[in-house]
């Protein structure tokens, strides 16, 4: 059973569409993250979540905008979707320091 | 911003030989954590130090933090070609589990 879990796992779209990423965890952890990738591995930190409250929020363009219908889940809704935001999209969750991260989904903006 | 650097940014060794990679931070840190990503997938947690630590131990791998250089290395014995893979150091400063990550190494053991 997958532990960290998100879909779509590609999504390819046009610039100025609006799209949603969505994650679950049944490890029961109370923390939850998106993280971006880019193209040379980067990995940067967007948003936190801690049973459902917005703990991180790095500086991120307001088109983003996470969602966290209950601690198992931390969704990603982005709008106007720009040729900059191709990347490869990570949800994780934490209970403890060590994070667990889900397979990734590869956006890619044309 | 970026905490962790790590160098080589790439290396390529043979099927037994021992891997070792290195990383830099700037700020103080609460613990520093290795990830292992192989390619198209997600990061794994290898190994976690904390800051009061200077050496640990994990199967074939060995992690050594220096914060007087805020510099960390993990070691990877033995490697295997199953070994390849991406390896991040990332660094937890104690603020929300907020982890700041490295750019990476690209691992490459040869068969």
């Known amino acids: 059973d997958t532990a960290v879990s998100q879909t779509p796992k590609y999504l390819v779209t046009q610039m100025g569409n609006d799209k949603s990423i969505k994650c679950e965890q049944n490890?029961?952890?109370?923390?939850m993250y998106w993280y971006k990738q880019d193209s040379k591995k980067f990995l940067k930190i967007m948003f936190s979540y801690n049973n459902k409250e917005l703990i991180i929020n790095e500086t991120v363009p307001n088109r983003f905008s996470p969602k966290s219908p209950d601690k198992a889940h931390l969704n990603l809704h982005i709008n106007s979707l720009e040729l900059g935001d191709s990347a490869v999209y990570f949800c994780?969750?934490?209970?403890?320091?060590?994070?667990?991260f889900g397979p990734g989904t590869r956006l890619t903006v044309t | 911003s970026q905490q962790g650097e790590e160098d080589p940014q790439a290396l390529s060794i043979q099927e037994g030989e021992n891997a070792t990679m290195n990383c830099s931070y700037k700020t103080s840190i609460n613990n520093l954590q290795w990830y292992r990503q192989n390619s198209g997938r997600g990061l794994v947690h290898l190994i976690l130090?904390?800051?009061?630590?200077r050496e640990k131990h994990s199967g074939r791998l060995r992690v050594t933090l220096d914060t007087s250089k805020k510099s960390s290395s993990l070691l990877i014995t033995a490697s295997r070609a199953a070994d390849t893979a991406s390896y991040f150091c990332?660094?937890?400063?104690?603020?929300?589990?907020?982890?700041?990550f490295g750019k990476g190494i690209t691992l490459s053991v040869r068969p």
């Open positions: 994780a969750s934490s209970q403890a320091l060590e994070q667990y």
């Open positions: 490890l029961g952890h109370d923390t």
């Open positions: 130090i904390r800051s009061n630590e």
């Open positions: 990332a660094t937890d400063n104690g603020a929300n589990s907020k982890l700041t």
